[in-house]
């Protein structure tokens, strides 16, 4: 199979620029003492409006999967903003939930990344938001 310059050019564009932004973001997250995973882990529990999840849940939701699902958890439970309890109904599985403190520090979080995104947002007009989108699923295989 043949692949296309062009395409290989697209792939490391689509690479390059994710990781961008991901070191960005965290640098954003680093004062706050939180990590890219650990804010993703936030916004997937604040999601959730109340409602327990366990970590493999997490772990399936998470735009990076990780394996370390546990020690994030962990974490964000030793800053207080997760709590995790014993499932009643698999006493083998932990249910997470988030904490107000948690809430509170994830609108704080959610205004300095949404801060960052800003003036890149302003680079691209609705129509070419889009597009991104729609190649991007295509490029996945994906239907809309």
């Not at 994710?18 to 804010?39: A, C, N, R, Y």
């Not at 493999?56 to 990780?66: A, F, G, L, S």
């Not at 903003?81 to 499932?87: P, Q």
């Not at 979080?109 to 890149?120: A, E």
């Amino acid at each position: 199979m043949n692949v296309n310059t062009n395409y290989l050019k697209a792939i490391h564009q689509i690479i390059r620029t994710g990781h961008w932004i991901t070191d960005m973001v965290s640098q954003e997250l680093k004062e706050f003492g939180i990590t890219e995973p650990q804010f993703n882990v936030l916004r997937i529990l604040h999601g959730r409006k109340g409602l327990p999840i366990t970590v493999q849940e997490i772990q399936e939701r998470m735009v990076q999967r990780t394996s370390n699902v546990t020690r994030i958890v962990d974490k964000l439970l030793d800053k207080g903003f997760v709590d995790r309890r014993e499932c009643p109904m698999n006493r083998r599985k932990m249910d997470v939930t988030i904490t107000p403190e948690g809430v509170n520090m994830l609108a704080i979080l959610g205004k300095r990344v949404y801060q960052f995104h800003g003036p890149m947002a302003q680079n691209l007009t609705e129509d070419d938001a889009q597009t991104i989108s729609k190649l991007i699923i295509k490029l996945k295989g994906e239907s809309e």
